[in-house]
T-cell receptor, first 114, second 111 residues
Framework: DTGVSQDPRHKITKRGQNVTFRCDPISEHNRLYWYRQTLGQGPEFLTYFQNEAQLEKSRLLSDRFSAERPKGSFSTLEIQRTEQGDSAMYLC????????????FGAGSRLTVL | AQSVTQPDIHITVSEGASLELRCNYSYGATPYLFWYVQSPGQGLQLLLKYFSGDTLVQGIKGFEAEFKRSQSSFNLRKPSVHWSDAAEYFCAVGRDDKIIFGKGTRLHILP
């Protein structure tokens, strides 16, 4: 068990470019969550998957954001036409079963949009 | 609406002193309750959780928290803090699907 891995750890991009983040959850975990954290704030829920099904999306997830978990294993979060307001830490977490089984977080992917 | 309030943005305590971090929540039903800690450059780490039963729960690193239903609170305590406890602490609530986090309390430790 190597924990939850996120890649890249840091990404600097210019406004208008597309970026993609990858999350590899703990292998036996069937639930995968994406959160966003800005400076001085707590993590804000974006979306979550149970296996390959995306079960809920926050209204924070605009049309420029898309998340996938094609085979129920790793997940990607893509942001198209990035804006400066997208600058944040994007956190991935996984769990086995429902919330009662507790989220294990990755170290996050920090996005800076210039 | 579901929400978590951590009224203290920053707290400073002396090493060896006791600590209490406050958390109040608004939720339709009795939620599951969590405290996470985040150190610089580190991922969020679970300190403790409450699902049901005994309202005083013990966690890692000597932390404990008490669930008070009448006050919708889940305050975190530690009898004697160590310099290594300096970090940001997040209270979170949820049930069955996602969990919602408070804005966090940053803990500073004076030597």
């Amino acid at each position: 068990d190597t924990g939850v891995s996120q890649d890249p750890r840091h990404k600097i991009t210019k406004r208008g470019q597309n970026v993609t983040f990858r999350c590899d959850p703990i292998s036996e975990h069937n639930r995968l969550y994406w959160y966003r954290q800005t400076l001085g704030q707590g993590p804000e829920f974006l979306t979550y998957f149970q296996n390959e099904a995306q079960l809920e999306k926050s209204r924070l997830l605009s049309d420029r954001f898309s998340a996938e978990r094609p085979k129920g294993s790793f997940s990607t979060l893509e942001i198209q036409r990035t804006e400066q307001g997208d600058s944040a830490m994007y956190l991935c977490a996984s769990s086995l079963g429902q919330i009662a089984n507790v989220l294990t977080f990755g170290a996050g992917s920090r996005l800076t949009v210039l | 609406a579901q929400s978590v309030t951590q009224p203290d943005i920053h707290i400073t305590v002396s090493e060896g002193a006791s600590l209490e971090l406050r958390c109040n929540y608004s939720y339709g039903a009795t939620p599951y309750l969590f405290w996470y800690v985040q150190s610089p450059g580190q991922g969020l780490q679970l300190l403790l959780k409450y699902f049901s039963g005994d309202t005083l729960v013990q966690g890692i690193k000597g932390f404990e928290a008490e669930f008070k239903r009448s006050q919708s609170s889940f305050n975190l305590r530690k009898p004697s803090v160590h310099w290594s406890d300096a970090a940001e602490y997040f209270c979170a609530v949820g049930r069955d699907d996602k969990i919602i986090f408070g804005k966090g309390t940053r803990l500073h430790i004076l030597p």
